[in-house]
């Protein structure tokens, strides 16, 4: 089964690289290999002729896309659109993963698949465009959202704060947004089933299960990374509001997404947020 997998660079791209199942011929591009924004995705995706798109590449600088939309555009939206067509011109089957963002966060519940979307940023209207565009081009296709995605493996949220917290004597981290931190691998697992399945045509939700806040994000990682030797010592960290932490783009209060019917059809591990940032942080001690 030859599989091609974009945003090999990236944290999703790198854990689907960890867990390539058995019997898949899978071929991995990064942006020097294949660029999104470019204008020659669908020709080079044809000469490779896939049977399986795994589509893992995206924008994701999320307060940069407010003075770079275009650029966000292309890639979330155009870009991916032609991964799209390639894959409708080749038969083949696409998992496209998208995300929390393209929710405005009002929501007193979680948000299901088939809810109205309303981004309230550049970065999840692109990604929002990208997802009509897939549709268009290819209905049988996957959209797998997904939010917070953190892994051992790049820049992000668990390293941002490890750093900080080594460096610092005292933190504030937003206490009034709330969404479900995910790990990389697991959510790797969970596109993998998806692309050697059956379903078509489905728009899923995949994060770790539980709830939290950043702050309490926050406070979890300073307590297991403690545990484990990656901090030497503890900061205070204070709750505090989105307003004290003003941002270039605006980003929901509240994305928790509903899992009900991708846990009915994927069998994929699915663990408490904690419990998978233990795993993650664990690996980080092993690599140190």
């Given at each position: 089964m030859q599989v091609l997998v974009t945003g090999a660079n990236g944290q999703l791209g790198h854990e689907l690289a960890r867990t390539v199942p058995p019997g898949v011929d899978?071929?991995?591009?990064?942006?020097?290999?294949?660029?999104?924004?470019?204008?020659?995705?669908?020709?080079?995706?044809?000469?490779l002729a896939p049977r399986i798109i795994l589509n893992a590449a995206a924008y994701t600088a999320v307060d940069r896309a407010e003075s770079e939309s275009d650029l966000a555009f292309r890639v979330n939206g155009a870009g991916t659109g032609a991964l799209a067509r390639?894959?409708?011109?080749?038969?083949?089957?696409?998992?496209?993963?998208?995300?929390?963002?393209?929710?405005d966060g009002v929501s007193a519940s979680p948000y299901l698949p088939g809810q109205a979307p309303a981004p309230v940023g550049a970065y999840g209207a692109s990604k929002l465009e990208g997802e009509r565009q897939v549709r268009a081009a290819l209905p049988g296709a996957i959209i797998l959202r997904t939010a917070w995605v953190y892994s051992a493996h790049g820049a992000n949220f668990v390293k941002t704060?490890?750093?900080?917290?080594?460096?610092?004597?005292?933190?504030?981290?937003?206490?009034?947004?709330?969404?479900?931190?995910?790990?990389?691998?697991?959510?790797?697992?969970?596109v993998w089933e998806s692309g050697l399945g059956t379903q078509s045509g489905l728009t899923l939700h995949w994060t770790d299960l539980g709830v939290a806040s950043w702050y309490d994000f926050?406070?979890?990682?300073?307590?297991?990374?403690l545990e484990r030797g990656l901090l030497s010592r503890a900061v205070p960290v204070d709750p505090i509001r989105t307003e004290d932490y003003p941002?270039?783009?605006?980003?929901?209060?509240?994305?928790?997404?509903?899992?009900?019917?991708?846990?009915?059809?994927?069998?994929?591990?699915r663990q408490h947020w904690r419990a998978a940032l233990r795993q993650m942080l664990d690996e980080l001690k092993e690599q140190a």
């Open positions: 899978a071929h991995f591009l990064d942006r020097t290999a294949l660029d999104l924004a470019g204008p020659d995705v669908e020709e080079r995706v044809l000469a390639a894959a409708a011109r080749l038969d083949a089957r696409m998992v496209h993963v998208s995300t929390d963002f393209i929710f704060m490890l750093r900080l917290m080594g460096s610092r004597d005292r933190l504030g981290v937003v206490a009034d947004q709330i969404g479900t931190p995910t790990w990389a691998k697991g959510l790797a697992q969970a926050a406070v979890a990682i300073q307590e297991e990374a941002t270039p783009a605006r980003r929901p209060a509240y994305s928790v997404l509903d899992k009900t019917d991708t846990l009915a059809l994927l069998a994929a591990p």
